[in-house]
């Protein structure tokens, strides 16, 4: 079996476990068909600035363990990403130890899925964290979608505990998930 370690991770739940954003940046919950489940996350640059959204896991990972990170991304036109998406945590209590960085991430009007994997420092001391990123357009839409964190370097399909075999470790769509490689 793997865990998704994503709490949340198609946002079925509205934005619970994802409220974190810079002040140069609006989140909300849209619904549709998407890669995984029927919702998805909006992130819209609302001003000038270091606009992103966060995300971080409530446990700190063991040193020197890989992970991989994967998720589903688009956009209203195709564009650019302003900035660099990050996978990281921090190491000896100093931020930001990046397991992997995506820098000027090219996105489509097709959901396309993107991959990024690194392992933790010596001496992690919070939980893994994914910082998204938008345009550098103010009003312009970016969605993410079907976010899994595994340990390991191997990248899975999808899943989450409404997925076939799969189950959730607490509250559905609000905990992480177990089950077998998809």
Same mark, same amino acid.
């Given at each position: 079996a793997i865990t998704n370690l994503v709490t949340n991770p198609s946002f079925e739940s509205g934005l619970a476990s994802w409220g974190v954003s810079s002040a140069y940046t609006t989140m909300a919950q849209g619904t549709g068909s998407t890669p995984a489940g029927t919702k998805y996350i909006q992130i819209t640059r609302s001003a000038a600035g270091d606009a992103?959204?966060?995300?971080?896991?409530?446990?700190?990972?063991?040193? %020197?363990?890989?992970?991989? +990170?994967?998720? *589903?991304? *688009?956009?209203?036109?195709?564009t650019t990403l302003n900035g660099a998406i990050l996978f990281r945590t921090s190491d000896s209590g100093v931020c930001c130890s990046n397991l992997a960085t995506i820098s000027n991430q090219p996105v489509t009007t097709t959901p396309t899925r @993107? @991959?990024?994997?690194?392992?933790?420092?010596?001496?992690?001391?919070?939980? +893994? /964290?994914?910082?998204?990123?938008?345009?550098? @357009? @103010? !009003? /312009? %839409?970016?969605?993410?979608? !079907?976010?899994?964190?595994? /340990?390991?370097? %191997?990248?899975?399909?999808?899943?989450?505990? %409404?997925?076939?075999? *799969?189950? *959730?470790t607490g509250t559905a769509n609000l905990s992480t998930s177990t089950g077998p490689p998809l």
């Open positions: 992103y959204g966060a995300w971080t896991s409530g446990t700190t990972p063991p040193p %020197n363990t890989p992970y991989t +990170l994967s998720f *589903w991304i *688009w956009a209203d036109s195709s @993107v @991959v990024m994997s690194g392992t933790t420092g010596s001496n992690p001391t919070t939980g +893994l /964290q994914i910082i998204t990123r938008v345009t550098a @357009v @103010v !009003g /312009q %839409n970016v969605y993410y979608d !079907g976010f899994m964190i595994t /340990q390991g370097s %191997n990248s899975y399909t999808y899943a989450d505990g %409404n997925s076939t075999d *799969w189950v *959730w």
